[in-house]
């Protein structure tokens, strides 16, 4: 079944400085790369997503790109702020289910001011 | 609107006690998902119901772990005998089925902790 590695699991920048996270999956099928973000005590909510027919999107300071040959994506944050500090989670929805998703380990990005 | 619910927000219990827990889902949202997240980890599939369909089970852990949903309204989440390593947080989401629909909104989680 599909596998979602992620890294790093923790990450602290300056405020200003962009972020990275890197999430690889194991389902060359894999068709849909969600992110969600968890605020400390907060629940998970999505923040962008992209399917496997689009190789990068944007929204304002967050983007997404997708390799499907190499079997990655990354969310890249830029101009970080404080209130960006929180837990970050990929997903991979494999090819043979329309609707579960797996998630990676998440990663704790810290946004010193 | 209202979103996602779940109750009790913590649950702390003894080992071998049951517990149950609920998840009141957006209105008109007809797939409802069940997660365990363990401290420091990403989210433990456990269960899906998709309208009267029948649910996806694949997830539990054991079967000490039951799910129902009446229609797409309100679920439980049952744990019978708990354990210590029933300990996490569980959340549950819901999302409107539909052709580009995949956002899934999430419950706020129950706590549970497992003495």
């Known amino acids: 079944g599909e596998n979602v590695e992620q890294h790093p699991s923790t990450l602290s920048v300056q405020e200003g400085d962009s972020a990275v996270i890197k999430c690889t999956y194991s389902d060359s099928a894999s068709n849909y790369f969600p992110w969600y973000k968890q605020e400390l005590g907060k629940r998970p909510q999505l923040i962008i997503d992209?399917?496997?027919?689009?190789g990068e999107k944007k929204d304002q300071r967050i983007a997404v790109t997708l390799n499907k040959t190499a079997k990655h994506f990354s969310l890249h944050i830029t101009e970080t702020q404080p209130e960006d500090s929180a837990v970050y989670f990929c997903a991979a929805r494999p090819a043979d289910s329309s609707y579960k998703l797996i998630f990676g380990s998440g990663t704790r990005l810290l946004v010193r001011p | 609107g209202a979103g996602v619910s779940q109750s009790p927000s913590n649950k702390v219990t003894e080992k071998g006690k049951d517990v149950e827990l609920r998840c009141d889902p957006i209105s008109g949202h007809t797939a409802l998902y069940w997660y365990r997240q363990r401290l420091g980890q990403g989210l433990e599939f456990l269960i899906y119901f998709q309208g009267n369909s029948a649910p996806d089970k694949s997830g539990l852990p054991s079967d000490r772990f039951s799910a129902e949903r009446t229609g797409e309204s309100v679920s439980t989440l049952t744990i019978q005998r708990t354990q210590q390593e029933d300990s996490a947080v569980y959340l549950c989401a819901s999302r409107f089925s539909g052709w580009g629909t995949d956002t899934q909104y999430f419950g706020p989680g129950t706590r549970l902790t497992v003495l």
């Open positions: 992209i399917r496997s027919n689009v």
